[in-house]
Structures are given as structure tokens and as C-alpha cells.
Antibody, heavy 117, light 113 residues
Framework: EVQLVESGGGLVQPGGSLRLSCATS????????MSWVRQAPGKGLEWVAI????????KYLDSVKGRFTISRDNAKKSLFLQMDSLRAEDTAVYYC??????????WGQGILVTVSP | DIVMTQSPDSLAVSLGERATITCKSS????????????LAWFQQKPGQPPKLFFH???TRESGVPDRFSGSGSGTDFTLTISNLQAEDVAVYYC?????????FGGGTKVEIK
């Protein structure tokens, strides 16, 4: 069974940093792209970033470029999102998603990030 | 960036009736490499993560009831729920995976009339 479990969320002040983690199991981690998608409270889905199987190809939403960094540890079957210079508009539930290429076929339960003074 | 536009924002349908959701992309998402539309549909119920329902615009995921169907090509797509059931109440999103940034439609909330 494919499982994706996010952690590392919480309350942070504007300008602060957080590192999200996504622990995976139930599939061959090195065989898949991995992505982060977020959803602001009461709003729709917004893709944030994606990384290829060996971490050499990364793409980002324009509004997070230079502030967020996606990475992965294939030995630990884990995905990460380092979020710096956080803004109020980054407040959202962040989902980790497995990619079959760019097809986001399995999602974690999500983790809440709140950016507030 | 490819802009995805869904309509309507919400709709209320009687049990057993048909619900139709449309999704338009600002440019074609038809891949020239495999002649497939790089369009997905997701269902999201309250408090749950999105669940992939269709990819390649019309390929139903395992476990999705066959009362759901996806169609369309190029820039115009449709998700149809025939014989609406109570458990189909949810928000449905289309998403293009033709190119990054991956983009979603704004969502359509389906309710029971």
C-alpha cells in the first residue's frame, strides 16, 4: 500500500523558515517524481514544486522560486520542502504527492503551515 | 503558464441525475509525442486529500465507479457523473500536466439538490 506521511508543519512568523518532510512507503521511491501541492484554507489546489527521480531536475511555482527548495533522500525514501522567507500567503495545507511523471497519483493527508505574527 | 478554467463553480443535482463539469485550458494539452491529452481529474471530499480519478483525460483510475466518465481533447474537457449518488458530493478539480507549472482549475462543488 502506498503511504505518504507529511510532517514538520506548524505556526511560524512572517520571514521565518520551516522544513517539511514526507516519509514514503509501499512503492519504489526511486522510480517516481515527487511533488508538493498546497491548499490555502477554503481555497483550491496550487502546485508548488516537483523533483525528478534522482533530484537533478526541479521545477517551482514562480511565487516560491528562490524561497522554497524541494529535495529528496532516496536512501531514506523521503521528500523535503525547505521553506524560507515565509509569507502570510504561504499559509496552507501542504500535500506531498507521488508523480507518475507529472501525474500526481497518490497524495498524503497533508500538513498545515500557518504563517502569522 | 496554462490557465485552467472550470465551470460551474458549483452545481446541485438530484440523486440519480447527471452532473456535468467542464474544464477549459488556455492552450492545448494534447501531447504530440503520444497523442494523449495531459489532463487529470481529482475528487476531494471535506477533510481529505485529493484523489486522482482520471488521467489522460479519460482513463479512469482503479476503483472509480463507472458512472464517472471523462472526455474531451485539446482545450475542452468534461467530467460527467451519471446517476449521481450521495457519496459523490465533493469538489472536483481538473489539472493539466502538459507543462510546469502544473495548474489546476478552480474546482467545482457538487451537491445534492
Amino acid at each position: 500500500e502506498v503511504q505518504l506521511v507529511e510532517s514538520g508543519g506548524g505556526l511560524v512568523q512572517p520571514g521565518g523558515s520551516l522544513r517539511l518532510s514526507c516519509a514514503t512507503s509501499g512503492f519504489i521511491f526511486t522510480g517516481n517524481w515527487m511533488s508538493w501541492v498546497r491548499q490555502a484554507p477554503g481555497k483550491g489546489l496550487e502546485w508548488v514544486a516537483i523533483v525528478n527521480q534522482d533530484g537533478s531536475d526541479k521545477k517551482y511555482l514562480d511565487s516560491v522560486k528562490g524561497r522554497f527548495t524541494i529535495s529528496r533522500d532516496n536512501a531514506k525514501k523521503s521528500l523535503f520542502l525547505q521553506m524560507d522567507s515565509l509569507r502570510a500567503e504561504d499559509t496552507a495545507v501542504y500535500y506531498c504527492a507521488r508523480g507518475a511523471g507529472y501525474i500526481l497519483d497518490y497524495w498524503g493527508q497533508g500538513i498545515l503551515v500557518t504563517v502569522s505574527p | 503558464d496554462i490557465v485552467m478554467t472550470q465551470s460551474p463553480d458549483s452545481l446541485a443535482v438530484s440523486l440519480g441525475e447527471r452532473a456535468t463539469i467542464t474544464c477549459k485550458s488556455s492552450q492545448s494539452v494534447l501531447s504530440s509525442s503520444n497523442n494523449m491529452n495531459q489532463l487529470a481529474w481529482f475528487q476531494q471530499k471535506p477533510g481529505q486529500p485529493p484523489k486522482l480519478f482520471f488521467h489522460w483525460a479519460s482513463t479512469r483510475e482503479s476503483g472509480v465507479p463507472d458512472r464517472f466518465s471523462g472526455s474531451g481533447s485539446g482545450t475542452d474537457f468534461t467530467l460527467t457523473i451519471s446517476n449521481l449518488q450521495a457519496e459523490d458530493v465533493a469538489v472536483y478539480y481538473c489539472q493539466q500536466y502538459y507543462s510546469a507549472p502544473l495548474t489546476f482549475g478552480g474546482g467545482t462543488k457538487v451537491e445534492i439538490k
